[in-house]
């Protein structure tokens, strides 16, 4: 007989420190006697002979069996059996045990004497019962019985035992504490491998490359299809959205084509000299078609050189998913011919669209990743042979913002078919789904452990959560002028003091917030409209902001009032509203002159000190309403010492339009 014993890991008390220092468990194997061979299969796999949620179909004997929610270590209930002194429990259904190795199960105990209990299989043909003993701890334990092992015979023979047609149970339960039994699977070998956790996310997300030369391709689907280099079968582009970044996007739409392979592939690269490799891509699936609701084969696949590998990051098949965000480690897959390739496989012959997008592959990933508090962050847990037991998920926060996590905001154990799992029909799977709600830097750990106790290594993620639009800021450049103020409420424009020429040049400065965790600038867009004395005419369209523009370069030089509208966003898709400035536009320089009053010379070239002069400025010239206030500077000039030379500044100023010393009052004309 043999059997191996691992601690359960179900209650919080007995959550593994794999958070803070790395954790091993110790295995406890006895043998005794010689080995039988019970021939099993050549693919590992497993089967749930009961979750223990009711107590039917049980059959019980010397004591009483129920079913206990508080003790439940997978699902809602497990048995307790209470004897009366040499009691039985029997799972009166029948399996074929052939090609099973291994029956698990959780059991436990209130006897503190770590009595022995009987796990037996008993056929249904000639009674024929084979029994293996095993030590009952007064804890949650998972225990392992071999049934590779000579068992004892409890009855009827071994020789003739029938293990295809076979039921399970516990006899000797020869003490009056209660004795609880949960979840029990057989299977075909034995389980070393850790379960594997694979994390998808839902809604804005964002990350980038760990600089330009690590990015092997950054695909859009923007201009021709496919792109250079790609291959397709069936894809087609699709001025849509659907998957989460922005228009156009690839897209199948499969109509009737029973028994074909579509596909979107990208070109070759060599990756041979790399250390890490990640795949990255945004996907929609539509399975709904006029009726034909049935889930679908979705393909990821990456060539290594040599085959074609499955690297599909979700579980086959698929119904309708949303738009998602998908990272894949290719590490291990790195190679001289590396090719991606997107691929439905179903035999269903209808499918309504799959929508493919962002298609990112780096040599280094940036491990921090901005997301919003509407991104929706899922574990799904899976384990080949005895399936996930536990999910464990921490959550530390930056709540002061000086770059390192002080607070615990989420530290939950997730158990198979417990009230968290969302499979919770699904023995032996277990998804979790979450959301971060306060903004900036997180630290997000997280592992799972199988039925067996194997734990899977940790994952640590940096989440930046950023649920702040960007804002921009508006500068001129020269020249530029804050003046008179004009009301323009005709145009809905209010009061505008404002002035520049068609040669300024205008500055959008975006910055993205908050400022620590922000996910970036995505771009900054303008649009231009001029007044033409009734309505605003389109100057420029939307347009994205590179450098600094003026009106002329977009092919404007019209005077008076215009308008520059605003937006940005960022790479999470937040927007800033978008917002209005109201500028003049005067490209007209004033004219001068003089007047010289009496007593004067001939052609006003003799005065006496007597003499009035008046100097005049005139801005009339370019649309009145839009001119900006002009100023009138003078010097006059004294030969001093006869030479014909003059030498000396014996006055000088500057007059301003309407100031005091102005005497024509009129906006746009100075009279001194």
Known sequence: MKFLVYPKIGDEAMKPALFSQSLRFSVVIICLMAMIIIVGNATASSTVVTRCETTAPWITGGGALTANLGEAQEGTNCMEFVSSGSGF??????????????AIFYAKTDNITNPTVTFYLADNSGGDTLAWNFTVPNNWTTIAIDLSTTPWVQSGSEATFDDTNARMGFLGIGFTESFYVDYIIMTTEYDDQSPITNKTLTGPIWTICEGASSTLLSENFIGSFPPTGWTTDNFDQSNTAHAGGEAPEARLDRYSRSGSIDYLMTPIFDTSGTTSLTLQFRDYKDVYYSGSTGPRNFYVKVYDGSTW?????????????????????????????????FEYGSTWSYLNNWYIDNVTLCGNVNDVLSVTSDTQICFHSIDNI?????????????????????????????????????????????????????????????????????????????????NTSPITIKEYGSPFYVGAIVNWSVADAGDVNHYITSNTLIYLNTTDYPVSCASGVNRTEYKVHRW?????????GWT????????????????CLHRIKVRSFDNLGHNESEWSQYVMVDNTPPESGKVIGTPQGINDSYVTTSTPIWLNASNDNGVRRCQVDSYLYYEVWWDSDGDGVVDVVVENGTVVDNDG?????????ILF
Request: with cysteine; glycine share 8%.
């Open 89 to 102: 429990m029997s799972y009166n259904t029948y399996y074929d045990w052939s090609g099973a190795h291994y």
């Open 309 to 341: 590998v499955d690297v599909t990051p979700w579980t086959n098949p698929l119904g309708d998913q949303g738009a998602a965000f998908h990272t894949v480690d290719l590490s291990s897959y790195t190679s001289t011919q590396t090719q991606i390739r």
């Open 386 to 466: 005895t399936g996930a037991a536990n999910l464990y998920i921490e959550v530390m926060w930056d709540s002061d913002g000086d770059g390192v996590v002080d607070t615990l905001i989420n530290d939950t154990v997730i158990r198979d078919n417990g009230p968290d799992d969302l499979l919770d029909t699904v023995a032996g799977e277990i998804r979790y789904c979450m959301n971060l709600t306060e903004e900036c830097f997180h630290e997000v750990r997280y592992y799972s452990i199988d039925h067996f106790g194997n734990i899977e290594e940790e994952h640590l993620e940096i989440d930046m959560v950023d």
């Open 532 to 540: 033409n004395g009734s309505a605003f005419v389109l100057v420029q």
């Open 544 to 559: 994205v902001y590179t450098d600094p523009f003026n009106f002329s370069s977009i092919g404007d030089t019209h005077e």
């Open 661 to 669: 010393n102005d005497t024509n009052l009129t906006r746009g004309g």
